[in-house]
């Protein structure tokens, strides 16, 4: 193997933290052995954001038509989302018995037929070195895309645990008692039990339902990213470096806030020495990698300049 073709830029060293968080976040989850489906789901969800960021490590790193490898594994994004759908149905509480069922069917169709467009594709498009590695011309709008609308799905169904988690004792549960079996008492029901919805949303009642929203918010972050990224596809708006930059750091915290709201409700116990060394690692991690990444960029401005003269 030839390792002068293997080269950590700085946007690639910007996904190591991940990287290394899921893999002891996986390990620690399989030492413990989960037997609740949501931890299962759970750890799926990661693993699959697991691949997601090696491949792009790879298609950063290797300097030559291999590294384009990476960008096929990066199509596990849509899967992480698909699995995190079958989660949101059971997080904090199973709320429904069967939509999830035809949902996931949905879903996966939706997965299979991002990742059957992008490997035909990419494969038949040329290879070309860009400004972030090698990589193939075409670039899918399928992929952010299927994630933009199975992320729709997965902000709705948060949502709905928020609602169905949070209690309510207001004015509003008097007014049940003035709507009749009109059709006039029958819309005045429904405006109700919406505006009691809106509220629990905006003020949820019980440690489940805000963490229900709180997951609701998150991956509204993550959709809004995914938006962006279609957007850059179709404009070229600003520089694949920069939008790279954009997604290391917005996709670690939004990493990070899943983690801790998962373990926050779970059933997985935690001592008090495990959190102090889980909080260090994470900040000596986030704040290495960002100083890292940065500093890397210097470097590799410093040698072009150098070049130049």
């Not at 709705?156 to 645990?161: A, E, H």
């Amino acid at each position: 193997m030839n390792f002068d073709l293997f080269l950590i830029s700085p946007i690639a060293f910007g996904r190591a933290t991940p990287i290394i968080l899921i893999l002891v976040l996986s390990i620690f989850i399989l030492l413990k052995r989960p037997s609740d489906i949501r931890e299962i789901l759970f750890l799926l969800h990661f693993l699959s954001v697991f691949i997601f960021n090696i491949g792009y490590f790879i298609a950063y790193s290797v300097y030559s038509p291999a590294g384009n490898s990476g960008w096929y594994l990066s199509i596990a994004a849509v899967f992480s989302v698909a699995i995190q759908i079958q989660f949101a149905y059971r997080f904090p509480q199973r709320f429904v018995k069967k939509e999830h069922h035809i949902v996931l069917v949905v879903s996966m169709i939706i997965c299979f037929l991002s990742l059957i467009d992008y490997f035909f594709r990419a494969q038949t498009a040329t290879v070309r070195l860009n400004e972030t590695g090698y990589g193939s011309v075409y670039r899918s709008v399928y992929v952010p895309a299927g994630i933009l609308l199975l992320s729709i799905w997965r902000i709705i169904v948060f949502l709905r645990q928020t609602i169905y988690c949070s209690g309510y004792h207001g004015k509003l549960d008097s007014s049940f008692s003035e709507c009749t079996n009109t059709l006039k008492g029958k819309l005045r029901f429904n405006i109700i039990k919406f505006l009691i919805s809106i509220k629990k949303i905006i003020k949820p009642s019980g440690k489940a339902a805000r963490a229900a929203r709180s997951y609701a918010i998150l991956v509204t972050f993550e959709m809004l990213l995914a938006i962006f990224v279609v957007v850059f596809i179709t404009t070229d708006i600003i520089s694949e470096t920069n939008l790279n930059i954009v997604m290391n750091i917005v996709l670690l915290f939004i990493y990070l806030g899943y983690v801790i709201i998962f373990f926050n409700k779970s059933n997985i116990s935690f001592s008090f020495i495990y959190k102090i060394i889980a909080i260090s690692m994470v900040v000596l991690l986030s704040i290495t990698t960002t100083m890292g990444m940065f500093i890397l960029f210097e470097f590799e401005k410093n040698y072009d300049n150098s070049k130049k003269t």
